[in-house]
């Protein structure tokens, strides 16, 4: 009898060994960092296979939340999870309640019963799912996962998180584009901001103008290296039908991402007038770019059917795009052929426009161009977004402004009273050649030291500035590895300077949670700078 007591008892102790071999713990301190994490000294949620998402019954978007969840859970720890609308025991469930914090809060509660997701909107259940995911193990094969109770009340700082690509200087596919959805979706960013248009190509299809993407969205051959004067002459061509632009945004949308759509101009335009030669000042020839920088051949604004093709235009990406924002770009527009230009002038002439302190009158020129647009924005009652230079003139109040060319410019256009982004090229350009040259943790210091509240700003000029946005410029970018290499793993810095309270930010505390994101993103297969890691592994 004793032997078979002891039997027992080696016995149930092997199992308790095995099972624990088995079991990995999830952990809260992820990447943005939540704004209130606090521990409950309670038994954990076992996620297993016995585990269903509860969603309600007939919420077509908490499906598909719940869907999305399922796939998480799936390629994370390799554990099958059910969707149902019952609810029961050990279950993760989904649901919209008042929740304070805005649009994009969330409540997180984990206890051995369930894993609750209460957001203010779909959205705000979407993000504590982000959080959910993030905390998980990787781990393939394991019965079981624990979750430590915990309550998590969430919300994000800015309202604006945005990231731009730039696809005029480089053509990336549509299912690239996905790809890079995925990856802004799990670092909360709620904008993704596509530059369609360049000097270098024209990547949207206009139906009224179809020569934009029949020569305008191809060039011959492309400069080597930055001021090289030396050409190859590989083809660079594709462009986006509107229906494939359609599937951006629903992609986009099913992930809480808003697509924000650039037609830059009257500068960054040559490919348009590649196209069609009567829109700039001197009637070209001209050609679709093969070199980089800032060009000096424009769209000629004293022409009316220049204005009309501007309208014409932005109609149509009103049509594709129901942004609440639409970027007209305004960077970088040299004035010189306007100097030169009868038509011109003649519009200057005829506008009243005089040079003052700080503009001339072509930048004024260019002022009334963009309102002009801006008009036509307007009228189909969305908002006018574009580059700091628009600060040149003197832009309405509704304007937004992105702050590129320095943090004063963010600081300019906040006491300005426009609403503001910041966007520093020396902080937040990923594919800023000189910076791309700084390597370990201080690449990622550039990026997560910078505060969006700048000083010199008052409180109140403070709450003009809705939020911040990174870009990658694509001169130099042909292919996911680098255009990856470039984005991670600053994105995550970037996301927790977006989403994170100031006071909650902490760069040691940040690279130590950045290891886990990167296995994240070796799971993906996505390409990263591995020389950060291993810096701070040291």
């Not at 071999?21 to 949620?45: C, E, G, H, R, Y």
């Not at 020569?215 to 462009?239: H, L, M």
């Not at 011109?344 to 009243?352: N, S």
């Not at 010199?456 to 590895?481: H, M, R, S, Y």
Request: charged share 25%.
């Amino acid at each position: 009898m004793l032997k078979q007591i002891i039997t027992a008892i080696f016995f149930c102790v092997f199992c308790l060994c095995a099972q624990a071999k088995t079991v990995s713990t999830a952990n809260w301190q992820v990447i943005p960092l939540p704004k209130q994490v606090t521990a409950v000294d309670a038994q954990p949620f076992v996620l297993s296979k016995k585990t269903s998402i509860f969603y309600t019954d007939g919420d077509a978007k908490q499906k598909r939340n719940a869907e999305f969840l399922a796939s998480y859970i799936k390629e994370l720890t390799g554990i099958d999870v059910a969707l149902t609308t019952r609810k029961v025991d050990n279950q993760i469930r989904l649901a919209v309640a008042d929740v304070d914090g805005g649009k994009e809060a969330y409540r997180l509660n984990v206890s051995k019963k369930a894993v609750t997701i209460d957001g203010a909107t779909h959205a705000g259940v979407f993000y504590g799912m982000q959080t959910v995911m993030k905390s998980l193990p990787i781990v393939k094969g394991e019965k079981q996962v624990l979750l430590p109770a915990v309550e998590i009340a969430d919300a994000p700082r800015f309202a604006y998180r945005a990231f731009m690509i730039d696809c005029g200087r480089h053509f990336f596919s549509v299912d690239y584009l996905k790809k890079l959805i995925d990856i802004f979706a799990m670092h909360n960013i709620n904008y993704f901001h596509w530059h369609l248009t360049e000097d270098q190509g024209w990547r949207i299809e206009i139906k009224k103008y179809p020569k934009l993407t029949e020569i305008g969205s191809k060039r011959s051959g492309t400069i080597t290296a930055p001021q090289s004067g030396e050409y190859d002459s590989v083809p660079v061509s594709g462009y986006y039908t509107q229906e494939e632009a359609r599937e951006i945004v629903r992609y986009a949308a099913e992930r809480y991402i808003t697509v924000i759509p650039e037609i830059d101009m009257p500068g960054h335009m040559q490919a348009a007038l590649a196209s069609y030669n009567d829109l700039g000042c001197t009637g070209g020839p001209y050609e679709v770019c093969r070199h980089f920088g800032v060009i000096k051949e424009v769209m000629c604004a004293g022409k009316p059917q220049t204005l009309q093709f501007a309208k014409d235009v932005i109609n149509e990406i009103m049509d594709i795009f129901p942004s609440p924002y639409i970027h007209i770009g305004g960077d970088e527009c040299p004035k010189e052929r306007w100097k030169e230009c009868e038509r011109c002038q003649a519009k200057i002439a005829e506008l009243g426009l005089k040079d003052i302190e700080g503009h001339s009158k072509e930048e004024q020129l260019q002022t009334w161009f963009m309102d002009e647009v801006a008009k036509q924005i307007r009228a189909r009652g969305r908002k006018m977004i574009g580059w700091d230079e628009i600060l040149e003139g003197t832009p309405s109040k509704d304007v937004t402004v992105i702050g590129w060319t320095s943090p004063k410019a963010t600081v300019r256009a906040a006491k300005a009273g426009h609403p503001t982004v910041i966007a520093p090229i020396q902080h937040f350009y990923f594919s800023n050649v000189g910076l791309n040259k700084i390597t370990g943790i201080p690449s990622i210091e550039r990026v997560y030291n910078l505060e969006p509240y700048q000083d010199g700003l008052t409180p109140a000029e403070q709450q003009n500035v809705i939020g911040a946005e990174g870009c990658i410029w694509t001169e130099w970018v042909k292919d996911a590895k680098k255009m990856e290499w470039e984005l991670l793993p600053r994105l995550a810095a970037l996301c927790e300077v977006q989403w994170t309270q100031k006071e909650q930010r902490n760069l040691d505390s940040f690279l130590q949670r950045m290891l886990h994101i990167h296995d994240i993103y070796r799971l993906k297969n996505l390409n990263y700078k591995e020389d950060i890691e291993a810096a701070v592994k040291k």
